[in-house]
Every structure is written in structure tokens, then in C-alpha cells.
């Protein structure tokens, strides 16, 4: 696995070449590597919450021990406070189905 430093000399690479956009993933793994990323760049940055993340929470939601629309909103909530643009996840039926995008503004 890349260092810190190795992944953000990519990045200058990457918008040196004409990148439009600067993906992070896993995001929740890497929240450190975003907000270091915001701080040095202007290019839009979109983190992406992989299925492996998104498996791991709903398999222990099946199992009865933890409630994954809570979950998903504590760590998007997590990923959007490092800095990104953009946060892609498979985890926005869960998070409408719990009330906390959409229709129910009070949570």
C-alpha cells in the first residue's frame, strides 16, 4: 500500500496530466489523505465509499449489532468534515430509509 506522501505526489501528477476531478477511495480509510489533499489542491475532490465498506456495516446490521442507517450517517458525516467535493456511497437508500436525507429534516 502507497504512503501519504506517495499518494499526494500522484495527485500533482495526476492534475499536472489535466485530472478534472481527485478520487479517494476507500474514503473512510483515507480521511487523513483527503484533508491533506483539500489543503493542497483546488481541484474538485470526490471521496468514494467503496461496497467493502458499505458490506461490512450491513452484514453487522443483519446480525442485529448495529443500526446501519446511523452508522452511514456518522461516517459520511466523518468523510464530508475531511474536505471533499463530492461523496459517492452506496449507502443513500439506508440513510433515506432512516430519515436522515429526504423527507425528514428534524434528525
Not at 478534472?20 to 491533506?36: E, F, G, H, S
Not at 458525516?77 to 439506508?94: H, Q, T
Request: aromatic content about 8%; some cysteine.
Amino acid at each position: 500500500m502507497p504512503s501519504k506522501r506517495i499518494f499526494l505526489c500522484q495527485t500533482t501528477i495526476d492534475e499536472e496530466e489535466g485530472a478534472d476531478i481527485l478520487m479517494v477511495k476507500p474514503a473512510t480509510l483515507y480521511l487523513d489523505v483527503i484533508a491533506k489533499l483539500r489543503a493542497q489542491t483546488r481541484r474538485p475532490i470526490a471521496a468514494y465509499h467503496v461496497s467493502g465498506e458499505y458490506a461490512m456495516v450491513m452484514a453487522a446490521h443483519h446480525m442485529g449489532w448495529l443500526d446501519a442507517p446511523r452508522v452511514f450517517h456518522e461516517t459520511l458525516l466523518s468523510i464530508k468534515r475531511s474536505g471533499p467535493d463530492l461523496i459517492f456511497s452506496y449507502a443513500i437508500k439506508e440513510l433515506v430509509q432512516g430519515g436522515f436525507l429526504g423527507s425528514n429534516p428534524a434528525r
